[in-house]
């Protein structure tokens, strides 16, 4: 699914364009990730070790609290292009999971997707290179349980140069791969790349125990 999914921010870049916030005659763009947080910049200091796979189940809702995203998480198919379809653009608090993958928390990767911006301001996934190695991913599930996820890396890679593989292939624990449109920006073309945040399950919340 590595093409569709990549055809999906292609897509988000055409739908939402750029959301310029006018700072004088300066241009502000969403977040880019440093280098310290790339997988070639090595591990953080301390890496958690990865939680026991879910049974699949879908997910209801995605927090991010170093970014205070709260957003609730749609089903997404393919349209007839072959691309992932996309959250409405007019919702700009909105997420979604292609539903026909690995749900999150279960075993293999798992696909999360969101605008950057519209054309009112910044979306839901805005700040996502912002974060770093360590922040925290949770995503409730509809069996009642929380999947935790850590960061392992924050990566922007142009279109051209996507590595499908890396991003989208199979993996024997429960890995999250959360993607918006960015890195540089044409005014002609929309965004230039993806950002992408790869994250492992550390841990699982219980919430029907609240």
């Not at 990549?6 to 750029?18: D, E, I, M, Q, S």
């Not at 977040?31 to 790339?38: H, L």
């Not at 996309?86 to 292609?98: D, E």
């Not at 890396?166 to 002609?188: H, Q």
Request: net charge positive; hydrophobic share 40%.
């Amino acid at each position: 699914m590595s093409s569709k999914a990549k055809g999906w921010c292609l897509a988000a870049a055409v739908c939402a364009g750029l959301w310029l916030v006018q700072n004088g005659a300066q241009k502000v763009t969403p977040p880019v990730p440093s280098a310290a947080q790339a997988f070639a910049a090595g591990p953080r200091t301390h890496t958690d070790a990865a939680a026991d796979p879910l049974p699949p189940a879908a997910p209801l809702r995605l927090r991010i609290p170093d970014i205070e995203v709260d957003a609730p998480l749609m089903g997404l198919g393919l349209g007839k292009d072959g691309s992932l379809e996309v959250p409405p653009a007019g919702n700009r608090n909105l997420a979604g999971w292609y539903r026909h993958g690995t749900a999150p928390g279960a075993r293999g990767t798992s696909v999360v997707a969101g605008h950057v911006d519209n054309a009112r301001g910044p979306a839901v996934f805005y700040s996502l290179g912002a974060l770093e190695k360590g922040h925290r991913i949770e995503v409730s599930r509809a069996d009642g349980r929380t999947a935790v996820f850590t960061i392992d890396a924050i990566e922007v890679y142009e279109y051209d140069k996507f590595p499908d593989r890396k991003v989208y292939g199979a993996t024997d624990r429960a890995e999250l791969r959360v993607i918006t449109c960015g890195g540089g920006f044409s005014e002609k073309s929309g965004y230039q790349g993806n950002v992408v945040a790869f994250a492992h399950l550390i841990g699982v919340r219980n919430d029907k125990a609240a």
